[in-house]
């Protein structure tokens, strides 16, 4: 009976069966399939990472950015402020005008001094 079996067993791998054939290209190919989807998401992970850096960069730029346009705008507020203008007209040698008198022409107003 040992025999018998032996002989089956050689018998078996001696031949070559295509069911093996395609059955071992069917495990290379779920194989590479799976490496190449495992490395295109390695891509992509590292695409997003590199694009939440740039991101993180720029949101503090805009940061750093509305703190000058503030700055600005408050240095901007203080020039025009009436008490800075006044100091300014004064150094000009600026006089006050009170009386102003109003020439009406044709239903248009003109100013004389």
């Not at 050689?10 to 495990?27: H, T």
């Not at 020039?79 to 239903?107: R, W």
Request: hydrophobic share 40%; no cysteine; glycine share 6%.
């Amino acid at each position: 009976m040992k025999k018998a079996t032996n002989y089956y067993l050689s018998s078996k791998k001696n031949k070559k069966n295509p069911k093996s054939i395609s059955l071992r290209l069917l495990n290379t190919g779920l194989f590479l399939m799976v490496a190449a989807g495992f490395f295109m998401y390695l891509i992509g992970i590292s695409d997003l990472t590199a694009k939440g850096f740039i991101l993180q960069d720029l949101r503090s730029q805009a940061v750093e950015i509305e703190e000058s346009y503030k700055l600005q705008e408050q240095q901007v507020n203080s020039l025009q402020s009436f008490y800075v203008l006044n100091e300014k007209a004064k150094d000009l040698d600026m006089v006050k005008v009170d009386n102003i008198e109003y020439i009406k022409v044709g239903g248009q107003a003109v100013a004389k001094k």
